[in-house]
């Protein structure tokens, strides 16, 4: 049964009102270190991380785990069958030139080097470089 909108308001205006006894705040963190060291110690948080793991392991049935081990041997099948296999590399790149590239050179007539300071220079400048 959910409760209504107006038992919810009368509720928490009843323990707005409420006080803990005199002395609870000051007692709580030793009260609770005493509980937890009645319960199996103050240990290490990893061993009782392990044996809680290890408990809801053993209250499993076997039924549930030849369903899971099913159930993972269906999913790595999935991936096996979906995934593309990778093909040789031999079929996909070209194969290799064995023979030497040589590029072709243009063959020129030799230019004189006085030639070339003078290339580009219009008429005037060359006669006036003469020294």
């Known amino acids: 049964m959910k409760p209504t909108e107006q038992?919810?308001?009368d509720l928490?205006?009843?323990k707005r009102h409420e006080r803990p006894p005199e002395g609870y705040m000051e007692d709580f963190l030793r009260e609770y270190h005493q509980r937890r060291v009645?319960?199996?110690g103050r240990g290490d948080q990893g061993s009782t991380w392990w044996k809680r793991l290890a408990s809801w392991f053993s209250e499993q049935g076997m039924s549930r785990w030849a369903y899971g081990a099913g159930l993972a041997?269906?999913?790595m099948v999935a991936i096996v069958l979906v995934v593309p296999?990778?093909?040789a590399t031999e079929s996909i790149a070209p194969e290799a030139i064995s023979h030497p590239v040589v590029a072709p050179i243009p063959e020129r007539a030799p230019v004189a080097p006085e030639a070339l300071?003078?290339?580009?220079?219009?008429e005037e400048e060359?006669?006036?470089q003469e020294f």
């Open 7 to 9: 038992q919810v308001s």
């Open 12 to 14: 928490l205006a009843l």
């Open 38 to 40: 009645a319960d199996g």
């Open 73 to 75: 041997y269906a999913a």
């Open 85 to 87: 296999r990778h093909q």
């Open 117 to 122: 300071d003078e290339k580009g220079k219009p």
């Open 126 to 128: 060359k006669a006036e």
